[in-house]
């Protein structure tokens, strides 16, 4: 289950791995505002879209555009900030890595069907187990989890984990 607790963790995560992160309201206590620290800290853009003043809601994006976050009304305005700012390359567009060609995501899936078919068993075991002990990303892993578990071949337990299904057993409700 979600726990507040764990949000700023979390969304400490979600801004490293951004480019910037966009408040579009936020009261002065808010997880955005804590998120968008983060954002600093890391040396992300922070974008804030404004708000009433009288609307107790906008005062923390209100307040990080009175710090020098940068004025956002609509999506081109992030865009043309990214672009002026240049974080990833020198010329005119913003380039991302590619995400793998189909050819190599089939070629690591198959890979790891084996593999996964050698850790699994009757047992229940962690997901993050199995992540652990083979080389595959999670996308490939969870590429052979989902298709054992249409093809009725595997069972997903409480606590993220899963067991392969003895032949002729229904999956569980």
């Given at each position: 289950?979600?726990?507040?607790?764990?949000?700023?963790?979390?969304?400490?995560?979600?801004?490293?791995?951004?480019?910037?992160?966009?408040?579009?309201?936020?009261?002065?206590?808010?997880g955005?505002?804590?998120?968008?620290?983060?954002?600093?800290?890391?040396?992300?853009?922070?974008?804030?879209?404004?708000?009433?003043?009288?609307?107790?809601?906008?005062?923390?994006?209100?307040?990080?555009?009175?710090?020098?976050?940068?004025?956002i009304?609509?999506?081109?305005?992030?865009?043309?900030?990214?672009?002026?700012?240049?974080?990833?390359?020198?010329?005119?567009?913003?380039?991302?890595?590619?995400?793998?060609?189909?050819?190599?995501?089939?070629?690591?899936?198959?890979?790891?069907?084996?593999?996964?078919?050698d850790?699994?068993?009757?047992?229940?075991?962690?997901?993050?187990?199995l992540?652990?002990?083979c080389?595959?990303?999670?996308?490939?892993?969870?590429?052979?989890?989902?298709?054992?578990?249409?093809?009725?071949?595997?069972?997903?337990?409480?606590?993220?984990?899963?067991?392969?299904?003895?032949?002729?057993?229904?999956?569980?409700?």
């Open positions: 289950m979600p726990q507040a607790r764990h949000f700023p963790r979390r969304n400490r995560l979600i801004s490293g791995l951004s480019l910037g992160v966009v408040v579009v309201e936020a009261a002065l206590r808010s955005s505002l804590i998120t968008a620290r983060f954002a600093l800290e890391q040396g992300r853009e922070v974008f804030a879209v404004p708000g009433s003043p009288l609307d107790p809601r906008s005062a923390g994006a209100n307040g990080l555009i009175r710090e020098g976050a940068t004025l009304e609509n999506g081109g305005d992030v865009v043309a900030a990214l672009r002026a700012s240049k974080p990833l390359s020198s010329g005119d567009e913003l380039r991302f890595a590619p995400a793998p060609g189909p050819d190599l995501a089939e070629r690591e899936v198959a890979a790891a069907r084996p593999v996964l078919l850790l699994l068993s009757l047992e229940p075991v962690a997901v993050d187990e992540l652990r002990a080389p595959f990303s999670p996308a490939a892993v969870q590429t052979v989890l989902l298709e054992l578990e249409l093809a009725g071949r595997l069972a997903r337990h409480p606590g993220n984990r899963v067991s392969l299904l003895a032949t002729g057993m229904l999956v569980p409700s």
